[in-house]
């Protein structure tokens, strides 16, 4: 980035995932009752978490067809205090992971799973002091 461009964009607030209509509950059931995230809002079609200023939304939407077709594109990170716990929880829930909870380089470790679409999720476990 050059030292004249504008810096007026804060902060990604939301990201919203389009899925097939039909297979709207399906993935809804992973989002809320697997993983056990903080519901927002909950209809029929649209589902929306929220922690602090940040949403994620899942909406069903007429021109998403079938599964993810490169899932590993764009892969949410999903923060967790203790990784091996989580993983463990979600493994009793039939969660199979890509990768198994292991250390990165930068000291924290990660978790990658899939949801029922096909999209790649992450656990991340912070090391202690990073925000």
Known sequence: MTEDAPRDIG???GVILGVDPDRFDAIRDFY??????????????????????????ISAHSEVHGLSDEPRRTMLNLAVEDIDAVAE???ASGVAFIREPSAEPWG???ATFEDPDGNTLQLMQRPPGMA
Do not use: C, E, K, M
């Open 32 to 57: 809320v009752d697997t993983l056990g995230l903080p519901t927002r809002t909950d209809r029929p079609g649209h589902v929306n978490f929220q922690w602090g200023n940040t949403r994620l939304t």
């Open 89 to 91: 929880r979600l493994r």
């Open 108 to 110: 924290g470790s990660i």
């Open 11 to 13: 902060a990604v607030i």
